[in-house]
């Protein structure tokens, strides 16, 4: 059983077009995050949400909205999508929102064209 | 504004060799610091996790250390395997806003 996952594994897209990235983990965790890896391969904050409420905005441009319909699931929705989002896109877990280990998704693969 | 910087970017070794990763964060306000290993095309796993009240974690050939302090963690791996090579990172913070993330070190281990 996977712990966390994502779906795509890779999605490849039009500029301007709308697009959702899913998460869902059955860890029965509170706290799920959503990261951005660029070319450069840094890895850095977007989201986390604490049993489906927001914690953390970062400055992600408000094209990007995330949505918890539960604490399970953790949904990124973007759009019109630019040729700077072409990114990886990691969902995390966390049993909680006190620093335990984090356990990632295996990553949704953006390529805007 | 916490930064996490690993030395080296990238390290090339023998098999058998033991190694050295070093990171170091800026504030030293943090939760824990946790070490992962990428691998291409893969998301992350977690190696060790050592909260802010802890010195070090060991996990089989794997021993991370953290000086607080002086804003230091070192990630050290025994008897190197080719199975190792991957792409290292360090992460600090932890709870409510979220990790800063090292860039990572680059190792391979050559057979």
């Known amino acids: 059983d996977t712990a966390v996952s994502q779906t795509p594994k890779y999605l490849v897209t039009q500029m301007g077009n709308d697009k959702s990235i899913k998460c869902e983990q059955n860890l029965g965790h509170d706290t799920m995050y959503w990261y951005k890896q660029d070319s450069k391969k840094f890895l850095k904050i977007m989201f986390s949400y604490n049993n489906k409420e927001l914690i953390i905005n970062e400055t992600v441009p408000n094209r990007f909205s995330p949505k918890s319909p539960d604490k399970a699931h953790l949904n990124l929705h973007i759009n019109s999508l630019e040729l700077g989002d072409s990114a990886v896109y990691f969902c995390?877990?966390?049993?909680?929102?006190?620093?335990?280990?984090?356990?990632f998704g295996s990553g949704t693969q953006l390529s805007v064209l | 504004k916490q930064e996490v910087t690993q030395i080296p970017a990238a390290l090339s070794v023998p098999e058998g060799e033991n190694l050295v990763l070093n990171c170091s964060f800026t504030?030293?306000?943090?939760?824990?610091l946790q070490w992962f290993r990428q691998d291409p095309g893969k998301g992350l796993t977690s190696l060790l996790l050592?909260?802010?009240?802890?010195r070090e974690q060991t996990s089989g050939r794997l021993n991370a250390s953290l000086d607080k302090s002086s804003g230091r963690s070192t990630l050290y791996i025994a008897a190197s395997q080719p199975g190792d090579s991957a792409t290292y990172l360090c992460a600090v913070g932890g709870g409510a806003d979220g990790l800063t993330f090292g860039k990572g070190t680059h190792l391979i281990i050559q057979p």
């Open positions: 995390a877990s966390s049993p909680t929102q006190g620093g335990e280990k984090l356990f």
């Open positions: 504030d030293s306000a943090i939760y824990n």
């Open positions: 050592i909260q802010s009240s802890q």
